[in-house]
């Protein structure tokens, strides 16, 4: 029988194992986890009535991957949630705007909520409006985001609109984040219609004619599961032992020992086991260390991360007094404070929060600061409270605040990832043929991406092995 190892018990690793079973249903499979639990990032907290997200919130609906991945292994369709839509804000020069109509991603598509805003200037309008004649931009293989849109929409739309809707996503220097790593549709969109802003308007009116196709009217483009993110974690786990995957948790990984075909697992505890195929799904500081001795992946000894906290408060309803009505907040470079945005969780996803309640979770960290390093869990609830008393006011102490700290939790995708990650990924296929290494290190950062980077790993892997 082929015998797999998985390394990493976080969504891609227990995909990777869902995709196995239900392809190759005759692979005995171990997973092997570092901690004491499944999931990675993905962490749910249920305290008095509330749904806590301490991780990811919520995933892209429109990467139906891990919503069939989710129907497949127990989760019922009404447990699934899409979010209530609302009014976006971005907060900018010290105070809070309206996220434009017709805007994707900060980029305009519709001229006249664009020209009525009021976050942008007349100087700044006609500066972006300079998109519609500007020819493509000329690059190699990659440019950083800020660089695209500086040239395509200068600097106030960038800095003030599209910055802090883009650079949160990634935990980056928008202006050392890879085009070509995170939105290379960007530049497919700038090269077929010859600007970014037509491109875009091409995008928003191909989805509201989807939308006239559901009779369910207006959806919100995010998706939720009405116990927590971890119910899917829950019921992959379930699953899989029901298929006879078996867990190895409290069990690092000290090394992979390369065999004529296949590995040696070795994990902290000295034991050695055979394995005829090998799916790493761990951060890449982690697994670099196994392969050490060879070059190819001497770009994850270099490769940057950022950390990032949620910090999360429960309110008692008359206790705080929040007059916006809408889903939350980016904040963009313009304006003085740590945080980088905010949910009001309780608007977004009224199913997390008990009647009179008020849920809020605001994030802190940015790249190159190390606050969330350097402060104690007090101190950045002390610091967030304070940025989020500018949008909102407090009249009395949350019932509770919790602060969970990611360290090293995102890697930074610089100009020029993709390449290496391509000529790694290239590498890997020819010397490594029984091993895949896959995961946020290389072009996950979504929860559906890392899902359909485990059935692309899958996919890879099983036959070289089985042949």
Not at 57 to 62: F, K
Not at 324 to 330: C, I, K, Q
Request: glycine content about 8%; hydrophobic content about 35%; some cysteine.
């Amino acid at each position: 029988m082929t015998k797999v190892a998985i390394i990493g018990a976080g969504i891609t690793g227990l995909s990777s194992a869902f995709f196995i079973k239900k392809h190759f249903p005759n692979v005995d499979i171990t997973i092997y986890e570092a901690s004491d639990v499944p999931g990675g990032k993905i962490k749910t907290v249920s305290r008095d009535g509330y749904t806590i997200e301490l991780g990811p919130e919520s995933y892209l609906g429109r990467k139906s991957i891990m919503t069939e991945v989710a129907k497949e292994v127990g989760i019922p369709e009404e447990d699934i949630i899409t979010n209530q839509t609302g009014q976006s804000y971005i907060f900018a020069r010290n105070q809070l705007y309206p996220i434009p109509g017709g805007s994707i991603l900060g980029i305009p598509t519709d001229i006249k909520p664009f020209v009525t805003t009021k976050l942008i200037s007349f100087k700044g309008k006609l500066r972006a409006l300079k998109d519609l004649t500007r020819k493509p931009i000329s690059m190699n293989e990659d440019i950083s985001v800020g660089a695209f849109f500086r040239y395509r929409l200068g600097d106030e739309i960038l800095e003030n609109l599209i910055e802090p809707l883009l650079s949160g996503i990634y935990g980056t220097d928008i202006d050392q984040l890879s085009l070509m790593s995170t939105f290379p549709n960007f530049k497919t969109l700038e090269d077929t219609h010859g600007s970014i802003m037509k491109g875009m308007q091409k995008v928003r009116l191909h989805r509201e004619k989807q939308d006239q196709h559901n009779t369910e009217g207006p959806q919100g483009q995010f998706k939720q599961f009405r116990h927590g993110l971890y119910d899917l974690i829950i019921q992959l786990e379930r699953w899989l032992k029901q298929h006879h995957v078996a867990f190895e948790y409290n069990t690092p990984i000290e090394n992979l020992v390369r065999q004529q075909k296949g590995y040696n697992v070795v994990t902290a505890h000295e034991t050695s086991t055979f394995f005829d195929g090998v799916i790493v799904t761990t951060p890449h500081h982690v697994f670099h260390k196994w392969f050490e001795a060879d070059p190819a992946f001497d770009y994850f000894k270099h490769l940057e991360a950022s950390s990032v906290a949620t910090i999360v408060f429960a309110f008692d309803e008359k206790n705080i007094k929040n007059t916006h009505n809408g889903t939350g907040f980016v904040i963009a470079r313009t304006s003085n404070t740590s945080i980088t945005a905010c949910t009001w969780t309780t608007k977004k996803w009224p199913h997390t929060t008990p009647d009179g309640k008020v849920l809020i979770r605001a994030y802190i960290g940015k790249p190159g600061n190390d606050i969330v390093k350097t402060h104690s869990n007090e101190e950045l609830v002390a610091i967030a409270k304070k940025d989020l008393s500018q949008m909102m006011t407090f009249y009395d102490e949350p019932d509770f605040t919790i602060v969970n700290k990611m360290i090293d939790a995102s890697p930074q995708y610089h100009v020029g990832h993709i390449h290496n990650i391509k000529r790694i990924q290239e590498h890997i296929y020819k010397e490594y043929p029984h091993l895949q290494i896959t995961g946020a290190p290389f072009e996950a950062v979504g929860l559906p991406d890392c899902i359909q980077q485990a059935q692309d790993a899958v996919q890879r892997l099983i036959p070289r092995i089985q042949t």
